[in-house]
């Protein structure tokens, strides 16, 4: 008789927060100015070691007028299903940019239909609008 394992789950299997930032000259500039440059490398290493969690670094995203602009959602790592975002802006600002790394390191939002879910009051300040999932191809292993 042979006997199947069940298939092992890896990381990216995890449910986990879904992060977009934008590396758009504007974006970029105003953390250059804000002393906050590095803020895109230290939320790499806070997705790193956050399980489930994904980072999109994006070139402009077209929505200047929100600079320092990230996006947060929900993804569930078993479906790939991905819930709206929240549009965060003004995150040249250390202190709303230590609070999403926080944020993230927690699991970032957990209803899934709900991505301010759980944000620090400094990021529900930062607040911009909400939208629909961005479209994340699934890979295959």
Avoid: Y
Wanted: proline residues 7%; charged residues 20%; glycine residues 12%.
């Amino acid at each position: 008789m042979s006997r199947k394992s069940a298939p092992s789950r890896t990381n990216a299997d995890a449910s986990g927060p879904l992060v977009a930032v934008c590396q758009g000259h504007r974006c970029a500039g105003l953390r250059r100015l804000a002393g906050t440059a590095d803020q895109v490398e230290r939320l790499q290493e806070v997705v790193k070691g956050t399980a489930g969690a994904v980072l999109i670094s994006s070139p402009c995203m077209g929505r200047c007028e929100m600079a320092s602009l990230v996006a947060v959602a929900r993804r569930d790592g078993l479906s790939g299903q991905v819930g709206p975002t929240v549009w965060l802006s003004g995150l040249e600002d250390a202190d709303r940019a230590e609070a999403l790394n926080r944020w993230v390191a927690a699991g970032g939002p957990q209803r899934i239909h709900q991505p301010e879910h759980g944000a620090p009051r400094c990021l529900r300040d930062a607040v911009s609008g909400f939208g629909p999932p961005p479209a994340v191809a699934r890979r295959t292993h």
